[in-house]
């Protein structure tokens, strides 16, 4: 194996059956897959038969990857990707990244991802100690939660470890349970935890003492610093300084009234949207200045968006966070205006190791099905699932958990419980492929809706919510995707959409597969002020990634890099049977209007128009070089170097 | 000796951009292994503390060292390891009450602080000002306010509104 900068040059294999481990040499595939998600779509669709292989499989693999600039010096390098089969969506496209520093802590035992494959007997966890691999027996951690499992491991394993692990959900194959590491970050969607339990392993422990070498560290060095600078500039323009102010101070749920602007917070599951009376009760100041402590962050960023909050009386209780999403889910989607009660949701979801979106949708949808009499109290063990019920809500968490009583039904999702439901249920499910939205009323933006709607692994902001669309400046509209009307939260536009949604789904792939955080690249407002900034950023983003490798990376390979891992994910899915109609907008979105109050967008908010929004999946088909029934062409898949997936993806289609 | 590093642990967000900016300076490469700034944390309760070298006046460290490895730099104060010299016995190591020197297997020495010659790496690269490299002199009187404001915390937090913050 060469010498490898920024990458680490291995892959370690890890096999649950047979208790053992290999590894294999990572350099050949950096130039065509980076690193991480998108060498993770590589290793994924090579190794494991993803049109037949259910998450539960032995076959199936969880399958980390970190990327080049992971624990380096690069801002906001503490990320990480974990690609399987998942068991909560329906088009089986398992995918979730996290922060924290279990990432860098990968690389620092000497790899760039690990795969974990097959099923051990008994409970059991994994110690890598760079080339050391230990396989040791769980059955006392077993059922106990995150944070003690994480203090025990640290304290049996010693100072200088890193600790990802599952808690009772992912243990009892809770279909949305997570993957988690610290007080504070999840491998959060689609369900991994539940895979990494029917795998019994409960945890692996990250204990390195490699460094990521880096090829040109004076140049490197400087870039990094300047790139600081920039981050934490107000002058860089209006939204990127409110961007980093709103961040670092508050948090993700600092954005809550930025967000509602243009009616994109979703309240009352999805029956209204805008900006919410109970506003300043979660969001960010509201809860930073009552239970705050103090500010704390992944590894290798400026920005520390997350809170350390500890809460005394009724609710008392101690952790870190809470995300946007989930302040949004449990309170805005719940109605629970009480700030202390959704801190108390959090920790729980997080020690049980949920994610805490699903978790609290599944809430959330309870409540309007109780509203609307499809359920009574007898659906949840007596407990009368009404808006707001927030003790009630604490009191089911734990039974999801271990799956007793109701809470073996509600360990589905909410998605699986309406279709055991019928008909009617599912129509308040405001799903895509069987996971249901992140805190984004698509009704609010046909950009956000396209990209929600054909996300491949369900609907969430992270697959491409174009943020050209709802910072509206149309300077950097045109600058994305060719046309003013992509800024335009209102416009059916079919190419300006169409463009605009491909290219941030390409942009956000690639923080994704170097190990940085999309909020900074690209997600959040940073950069968007001008074509200036989004100019500087690309260049930050190819030269920090040249310098660190040593691998001469320019904008195209970059672009190239990130359309064959989107149609690699797209192949996969199609191979899983994923057609046009699973890329249509849910009931809600097809049949309703939203009522609301927000400054910007038409109140009622209008359902989707389908002859005007099939136009536009029409041209995003195209664009995307996929037949008009949403699957890769042959000859798509040749342009962008996959010829052996059109071979392998023809024979299951 | 003037200036030494100062830690807030009520700033420090636990980025541990210190120890990636430490091994970078230093090797040339990036890594907790390899930095001399090391964030110490409290998982559970979310609290970290990045801890170094003290550059004690009469560091047991140098006592320790029989090959005489361990000098101070006159200009910047900063014990300083002469890795020539240095047989990586690692004694420095044992008798350091904050953990300051460590053993580094990339040259198979001992490596601690140096102080980046008086313009310490972790200063500069912390983003929050959790780490700072302040005047001796000055450090009594930060935390002589601190300290009284402790012990009158009731009163300050009644006058609250009489006493706004004020920015320097």
Known sequence: ?653 | MSKMIVVDPIECAGCRTCEMACSLVHHGACGPALSNMRVVEWVRLGITVPMTCLQCEDPICMEACKTGAITRNTVTGAMIINQDVCVGCKMCMLVCPVGAPHYSVAVSKMEKCDLCDGDPTCVKACPTGAIKYVDVEDVPGDRRRDGASLLISDMLMKLKEYNPPVQA
């Open chain 1, 1 to 653: 194996m060469a010498e490898t900068f920024g990458n680490m040059g291995l892959i370690l294999k890890l096999d649950m059956t047979s208790l053992s481990s290999t590894t294999e040499d990572a350099t050949p595939l950096y130039k065509k897959y980076l690193g991480g998600r998108s060498l993770n779509h590589y290793l994924l669709l090579r190794d494991v038969n993803v049109a037949k292989v259910q998450a539960f499989d032995p076959e199936n693999e969880l399958i980390f990857g970190v990327g080049p600039l992971g624990g380096t010096l690069f801002p906001s390098s503490g990320r990480y990707q974990v690609t399987f089969i998942a068991p909560l969506t329906t088009s089986g496209l398992g995918d979730a990244n996290s922060g924290g520093a279990v990432g860098p802590a990968i690389k620092y035992c000497g790899y760039d991802s690990v795969i974990v494959k097959g099923k051990a007997a008994k409970p059991t966890y994994i110690v890598v100690e760079n080339e050391k691999i230990e396989f040791l027996p769980a059955d006392d951690l077993w059922g106990k939660g995150c944070n003690d499992t994480t203090e025990i491991l640290k304290a049996r394993h010693g100072e200088d470890v890193e600790v990802m692990l599952i808690g009772p959900a992912g243990e009892n194959l809770c279909k949305y349970a997570n993957i988690r590491t610290k007080l504070t970050n999840s491998l959060g969607r689609s369900g991994g935890g539940a895979v990494m339990g029917s795998k019994n392993l409960k945890a692996i422990v990250f204990k390195g003492s490699k460094p990521v070498k880096i090829a040109e560290p004076e140049k490197f060095l400087e870039l990094c610093n300047n790139l600081q600078k920039d981050i934490m500039d107000p002058d860089m323009g209006p939204i990127h300084g409110a961007t980093y102010e709103l961040m670092s101070k508050y948090g993700t749920p600092g954005l809550t009234r930025m967000i509602g602007q243009t009616g994109m917070v979703p309240i009352k599951n999805w029956q209204e949207c805008g900006i919410w009376e109970k506003d300043e009760e979660l969001d960010g100041p509201g809860l930073v200045s009552r239970w705050g402590m103090k500010r704390d962050a992944c590894q290798g960023c400026p920005i520390h968006c997350h809170s350390i909050y500890h809460v005394e009386g009724k609710y008392a209780t101690h952790g870190g966070g809470p995300e946007y999403e989930t302040t949004c889910a449990f309170g805005h989607k719940c109605l629970v205006s009480d700030g202390a009660a959704v801190l108390k949701m959090n920790t729980l979801a997080n020690d049980f190791g949920f994610d805490s979106v699903e978790l609290a949708n599944m809430f959330s949808t309870l409540m309007e099905w109780y509203d609307r009499g499809i359920i009574d109290a007898s659906f949840t063990d007596g407990i009368p699932m009404t808006w707001s019920n927030a003790d009630g809500v604490l009191e089911l968490i734990p039974k999801i958990a271990v799956r007793e009583g109701c809470g073996d039904e509600l360990a589905k999702g909410p998605y699986w419980v309406g279709l055991d439901l019928g008909e009617e249920a599912l129509k308040y499910v405001y799903h895509q492929k069987g996971m249901v939205a992140t805190g984004v009323e698509t009704r609010s933006t046909i950009g956000a809706m396209l990209s929600f709607a054909i996300s491949n692994r369900g609907s969430h902001h992270l697959s491409g919510l174009p943020t050209a669309e709802w910072v509206n400046n149309p300077s950097v509209a045109v600058y994305v995707a060719g046309y003013e009307e992509a800024g335009d939260i209102q416009s059916y536009h079919p190419e300006a959409k169409s463009n605009l949604v491909r290219y941030y789904e390409n942009l956000f792939g690639l923080p994704d597969s170097l190990g940085i955080c999309k909020f900074t690249y690209g997600h959040a407002g940073f950069w968007h002020d001008s074509v200036e900034n989004m100019d500087k950023f690309w260049d930050y983003l190819v030269k920090g990634t040249s310098y660190a490798t040593g691998i001469e990376y320019t904008k195209k390979d970059f672009e190239e890099i990130a359309e064959r891992s989107w149609q690699m994910e797209r192949a996969l899915i199609a191979m899983r049977g994923m057609r046009r109609v699973d890329d249509m907008p849910n009931w809600r979105c097809q049949n309703e209007e939203c009522p609301g109050d927000h400054p910007v967008g038409p109140i009622p908010l209008p359902k989707i128009d389908m002859e005007k929004f099939n136009k536009v999946v029409d041209q995003y088909y195209k664009l995307r070089g996929w037949t008009n029934d949403g699957v890769p062409t042959r000859a798509k898949l040749e342009e962008v170097g996959l010829a052996d997936l059109a071979d392998r993806m023809e024979r299951y289609l």
